[in-house]
Every structure is written in C-alpha cells, then in structure tokens.
C-alpha cells in the first residue's frame, strides 16, 4: 500500500523507494540503510511531535513547529538545574526570615561601629575564601582552575551557611573537583585531607595560643557545672557505635579501609610534593587565623575591652566546641558559643553580644546573597 502525503509533517517530502535507498555515514557503503528515511517515521501526532522528529527539522524548512509544540516535546522532564539555580535563594529568603530579628539588631551596631575596623574586618573575611582555595589545591596532587576554584569557595561559603556544619562545602567542592575530572575516590580523599589538616591547623592553634596566654580564658565560665560528665558519656558512646558497626558489618568495614588506604596514598603524595604541602598547611593555618582576626577587628571598631589576642583565643575555643553542633553553618550556635567565649575572656555581655551579631553579618549575611547568586550560576555553567 502507497503511504500518502497526509502520513508526514509539512515541508518533509514523501520517503524513496525502496530500491533508492542510499546507505547514510554510520552504514557501510555496498548495503542500503537499514535506518528509515527522515519521512518514513511514525505517524506524527497531530497535536505532539516527538524528539526525533523535532531534532531532524532544519531551521530552514517551513515545515518546522512553531516554539509552543517543541515546548511540548519536553513535557515530562524535570528542569532540574533551572530549580538548583533558584534553590539557593529561596533557603537565603527562608533563613533570613528566620532571623530578621538578628539582622535588624545586628545592622543597628554596625551603624555605630568605627568603619576602618569594620573594613579590616571585611578584608580579613575575604582572605579567608582565598586561604581556603589554597588549602584545597594543596590537599590535591591535581591541579585545579584557580579562579573557578576560587568562585567555587565563595559558592561554598554560601552553601555551607544553609546545610547543616560543613555538608554544604564538602558537596560543592566534591561536585566541582568531580566536574574537573578528578576520580571520586581521589576527590573524596582530598576533601577528608582538607577537613583533617583545618581540624589539626584550628585545635594546634588553640593550643599554642592557650599555652602563650594561659589567662586568656576563664575555662570554668565555659562549661557549665555538671556538664562534662555528660558530654564524655556521649563521646563515649558515640565511639562505641562507631566501633562496633566496623566490627561487625563487613561492607561498612571493607568500604572505610579502602577510602583509607586511598586517603593515605593520596596525603603521601601531596607531601612528596614542597608546594602542595606548603599550599595545604599554610592555607589550613591562616584560614582560622583570617576568621580570628576578622573577629578581633570588629571587637575594636565596638569598643570591646579585650585583647585582640584573647579575642583569637576565644574564637578558636568557641568554634572548635560549635564543631560537633549540626546547624545550618552554625547560625544560632555559633553566636551563642562566642558570645560566652568573649564573656569568658572579660568582655561585658551586652557588648559582647554587640560584637558577635556585627561579626555574622559581616562574615556571613553580606556575603549569603552574593554567593547564593554565585552558587547558581556556577550550577548553570555546569562548573559544579
């Protein structure tokens, strides 16, 4: 039976016969195509037109659908991507809402604060997003982009403030180092290598700095009466769990000796290399050094009777207590711990609480909205 015309879209002339048919590139040349003309497609719906036949209409045929019907081809699928671009600024307008009570009293402190200091402070918040781009190339044999790496940790930042401690980071990086080629069990141990030498980098400074200044803190204003012996229980507990699951479930057993034996092979070839170690524990010692500073530079520009050095100690020893705290970024906790750490330090309450509230909204609530800006559109260039 002969097909007619009506059984093909406009503009697409009628199929040859079948002792014309002309091999295309993917056969080979002595046998016919077993492929079907461009007409001899199925019967095209009269409302949808499917994929294939979209993709082989030229721009130049009149027979070509109009945008509403190649609109319809894309029914059912998900424009994943177009919702991770704008997901970042609805959890910004989300969190924001949450703490609007913050942000106003916050907003009012840096309107009497001393600008130089509160620039000092900004300039000490940016190089911190510098130092950490240095820590994650030097925890990576591979080199990396550096102003792609470096937007990347600005993106992070923003991340890391609204998924819970470290989770927000850790994903946008693994996502990036994953689209620049690296292998997962290589980018997976260059992320547990950067986390481990800030952890090493952040507690040794902590140390040095309470041995140097030993009266820098009033410890027992910390911890409150009564809690230590709780605290060690969960610790303890949270280890025998941990334990236990590698004594007796072999997969999670056999996967942890692999990711470490993988994470020592990749830290012994970084250290092989002079600037990737200098990269990783220069980078990892500064970037706390950069948060500190930044801290003490806005307790100058309120007036808080502290010493810049005290202030460092008591952000180290409030930052390293808010580490095993699940919050977004630390938004709440953060605040709390460093409030009492300052108090701990000497500092007046209500000043201290005046400090701490000025600190997040320069390290934190200026730069969300910019670098949840910058997050989707990394994820729209498809950079992570």
Aim: some cysteine; aromatic content about 4%.
């Amino acid at each position: 039976m002969t097909l007619t015309e009506t059984n093909y879209l406009p503009g697409i002339p009628a199929p040859a016969e079948a002792g014309d048919a002309r091999p295309c590139a993917a056969c080979q040349p002595s046998s016919p195509c077993p492929q079907p003309p461009v007409g001899a497609a199925r019967k095209a719906s009269p409302d949808v037109t499917t994929d294939a036949t979209a993709e082989r209409l030229p721009h130049s045929l009149p027979g070509r659908l109009p945008a509403p019907a190649r609109i319809l081809t894309l029914r059912g699928r998900l424009p994943v991507r177009q919702i991770l671009c704008l997901l970042p600024l609805a959890l910004v307008a989300v969190v924001a809402v949450q703490h609007r009570s913050v942000l106003a009293e916050g907003f009012g402190h840096l309107a009497s604060a001393k600008w130089p200091w509160l620039l000092a402070a900004a300039a000490a918040t940016c190089m911190t997003w510098v130092a950490a781009s240095v820590t994650r190339q030097g925890a990576l044999v591979q080199k990396l982009p550096k102003r792609r790496l470096l937007a990347t940790q600005f993106a992070a930042g923003a991340a890391n403030h609204l998924l819970p401690t470290g989770l927000g980071a850790s994903a946008v990086n693994l996502r990036f180092m994953t689209v620049c080629g690296v292998p997962l069990a290589r980018s997976s141990s260059a992320l547990a290598l950067y986390l481990l030498a800030e952890s090493v980098a952040r507690v040794g400074l902590l140390l040095g700095l309470l041995i140097a200044f030993p009266d820098a803190l009033r410890v027992g204003g910390l911890v409150p009466d009564g809690a230590v012996g709780p605290l060690l229980l969960t610790v303890g507990a949270v280890v025998l769990v941990v334990v236990t699951v590698l004594l007796l479930v072999r997969r999670v057993r056999t996967a942890v000796f692999s990711f470490l034996r993988t994470a020592l092979g990749e830290a012994r070839s970084v250290h092989t290399r002079p600037a990737r170690a200098l990269a990783l524990w220069g980078g990892s010692f500064s970037f706390p050094v950069f948060q500190a500073a930044g801290l003490a530079a806005v307790g100058q520009a309120l007036g808080l009777p502290v010493p810049p050095l005290h202030i460092a100690v008591a952000y180290l020893a409030a930052t390293v207590a808010v580490a095993l705290v699940p919050t977004p970024g630390g938004i709440g906790s953060v605040e709390a711990a460093l409030i009492v750490a300052l108090v701990a330090a000497g500092g007046p309450a209500a000043l201290a609480t005046a400090v701490v509230l000025a600190y997040r909204i320069i390290t934190v609530w200026l730069p969300l909205l910019p670098g949840a800006l910058t997050l989707g559109a990394l994820v729209r260039l498809k950079v992570i």
